[in-house]
């Protein structure tokens, strides 16, 4: 039974104070994922308040994904929500190599880090507790047999044909479910990928750029190369010159300088895949979804004539990345021989997670989610970026590369230390990462030096003030470290 003192509720109203002892019991695992809750009737009696209270308590709990209702059996603890929300913060690895944290909207990052804009956290605040709920309850009551079969190396039939459609409505991309590979986070493709390829295969990557791709690489005992980018991207001279034969990019909004890819650029890359037979380019897309102005170029996988592009996406930003589903789009040649030299595989997502996102996508319900997202980042985002003009960081830096994804760059001024300013923000409890750390070898070009990435998808929106404030506190002589 559920035992709640309402001598402490203050000014809040009975059912609000029910609402938040029994949502705290949930997070502290005091009521285990689906453990059945008292009827209605017996929690009023136990407790001394009307039937009323407990119903409205209970509606609003299911509204906002903590409980859920079986018709005729009662009310239970969601699953769902006890998963993500006991854990305060999710350790995840970020594409530096650092330690990140997968932080509720609304609190302090649990790590040591006041601030951490080092985190390729999501606002799990926003997630769609209820609607996801929801959906897992009619997968489980459809009586599908196939939620007891494994699935082959593709992934269930009915996720991949969801993502066909999704494909088709937000990149304008033609394929079907016979070209997509499920996968449990875009590490397990990549180490596919090598094993289809062959290790003798020679990969190559941004510079700077994704780090955790190149380590992969390296992991899987290729050998790993890593080509230069200008102002439009990865350089086609200097990746002809590497030996390279499969490539990874990030055209439509490159990590970490945020650089969109243009038109030229891509076909030229294409062109360097055409040259000569065995070359391949892995298109990686991953948060596309957030473009805040013009309308997306072109997807590599979309012009590419000649079967060369693997298109990668994950739903990692746009859910969370505890959910560990991505998937790639193979050229259809491939996607036979990659069915034949690796059908001893078995998907490594679970068929139950496979079909309830597939219905979550066919309902709708994800691109009223992905909508509602761009709309919280892209005001996420406003806010930072406000808040820093309007404080005295704006006479030491500048903003780049604000309009896609969800990191832009802060570049200070000439004269500026920027790593002993790193380490004074590092003492207030502010992590930010300098752009050179995403460098591998030696960096010749001095404004690196001196560019911070700040990734703001974990931030929590109401400390957005207080966080900027925190990072204007200048020295005691009222000014910023200089070299």
């Known amino acids: ?75 239970f603890a969601s699953g769902l929500a006890n998963h993500l929300k006991s854990k305060k913060s999710i350790e995840i690895v970020g594409g530096n190599g650092q330690t990140a944290v997968f932080a509720d909207e609304g609190k302090m990052s649990e790590s040591r880090y006041f601030a951490d804009f080092a985190s390729n956290s999501v606002a799990s605040g926003n997630f769609p507790f209820s609607l996801w709920s929801k959906t897992m309850r009619q997968v489980l009551n459809s009586g599908n047999e196939n939620l007891l079969k494994k699935c082959d190396v593709f992934g269930s039939l009915e996720l991949r044909r969801a ?22 986070g875009s590490e397990s493709l990549y180490s596919m990928l090598v094993q289809f390829f062959g290790r003798d295969n020679v990969f190559a990557v941004e510079n700077p750029g994704y780090r955790k791709a190149a380590e992969f690489f390296k992991i899987n005992g290729t050998a790993c190369v890593h080509i230069g980018i ?25 990590f970490p300088t945020g650089i969109v890819m243009n038109f030229a650029r891509r076909k030229e890359i294409l062109e360097w895949a055409y040259k000569k037979e065995g070359r391949f ?71 139950f997670e ?13 691109e009223k989610h992905i909508n509602k997202m761009k709309n919280y980042y892209r005001s996420l985002r406003n806010n930072l970026m406000s808040s820093f003009q309007k404080s005295v960081l704006s006479k030491i830096s500048r903003i780049r590369e604000e309009n896609s994804g969800l990191h832009f760059l ?7 230390d920027a790593k002993s300013l790193q380490e004074e923000w590092r003492k207030q409890g502010i992590n930010i990462p ?50």
């Open 230 to 254: 200008d102002e439009k991207g990865i350089i086609p001279e200097e990746l002809e010159k590497s030996g390279a034969d499969i490539v990874h990019i990030s055209p439509s909004h490159h």
């Open 163 to 184: 993502i066909c459609h999704h494909l088709k409505d937000f990149r304008n991309m033609e394929v079907c479910e016979n070209q997509i590979v499920i996968g449990a």
């Open 1 to 75: 039974m559920i035992t709640v003192d309402f001598a402490k509720c203050a000014n809040l109203s009975l059912t609000d104070f029910l609402v938040e002892e029994i949502k705290k019991q949930i997070l502290e695992g005091k009521i285990l994922e689906n453990e059945k809750l008292p009827s209605k009737r017996s929690l009023s009696l136990h407790l001394g308040v009307s039937v009323i209270t407990v119903q409205n308590a209970y509606e609003r709990l299911i509204d906002a994904g903590y409980l859920y209702s079986i018709e005729k059996r009662g009310f």
């Open 410 to 416: 802060l570049c200070l001024e000439k004269g500026i």
């Open 354 to 366: 496979q079909f309830t996102l597939a219905r979550f996508i066919e309902s709708g319900n994800y």
């Open 281 to 351: 380019i892995l298109e990686d897309d991953y948060d596309s979804e957030f473009r805040f102005v013009g309308k997306p170029l072109p997807t590599l996988q979309s012009i590419d004539n000649r079967n060369r592009v693997i298109y990668i996406n994950t739903f990692s930003k746009t859910l969370s990345p505890s959910f560990r589903i991505s998937y790639m789009v193979l050229p259809e040649n491939l996607a036979l021989e990659f069915g034949k030299k690796l059908n001893f595989y078995s998907c490594q997502v679970s068929s």
């Open 434 to 483: 300098l752009l050179s750390e995403y460098f591998y070898g030696e960096n010749k070009n001095p404004e690196i030096e001196t560019t911070f990435v700040v990734n703001y998808s974990g931030l929590p929106r109401d400390k957005i003030s207080e966080i900027v404030a925190q990072m204007a506190q200048m020295n005691a002589d009222n000014s910023f470290p200089s070299v």
